[in-house]
């Protein structure tokens, strides 16, 4: 079994930062590939971040692109998401993602091919 726990949501005004945290344990630490998705009401799950573990490579939505930096602690089994110069379009609840083949198959746009989820966090931009 496998778990990520998230934390560092909260209400902000736009231009402020957040950074949001993803604690993994488990078989969810040893994945190929860590992401970041978001879900605003009544739309989809969308992608905003994903690292490789294991190329060190990382990957944006280009909404949110120069804005938003995405990192993981490997000693920490942590993963991060910087966010900064935030807007109100950026108002959801923001998901933690793990995939265990993600990064041998790139498929790390679509959340069908993520294994396992946090309980996510909301994050509120106020104009």
């Known amino acids: 079994q496998g778990q990520l726990v998230e934390s560092g949501g909260g209400l902000v005004q736009a231009g402020d930062s957040l950074r949001l945290s993803c604690v993994a344990s488990?078989?969810?630490?040893?994945?190929?590939?860590m992401a970041w998705f978001r879900q605003a009401p009544g739309k989809e799950r969308d992608f905003v971040s994903a690292?490789?573990?294991?190329?060190?490579?990382?990957y944006y939505a280009d909404s949110v692109k120069g804005r938003f930096t995405i990192s993981r602690d490997n000693a920490k089994n942590t993963l991060y998401l910087q966010m900064n110069s935030l807007k109100p379009e950026d108002t959801a609840v923001y998901y933690c993602?793990?995939?265990?083949?993600?990064?041998?198959?790139?498929?790390?746009?679509?959340?069908?091919?993520?294994?396992?989820w946090g309980q996510g966090t909301q994050v509120t931009v106020s104009s």
């Open positions: 690292i490789s573990t294991i190329l060190s490579r990382t």
């Open positions: 993602a793990a995939g265990r083949i993600i990064s041998y198959t790139g498929n790390y746009y679509a959340p069908r091919f993520y294994d396992y």
């Open positions: 488990g078989r969810a630490s040893t994945t190929s590939a």
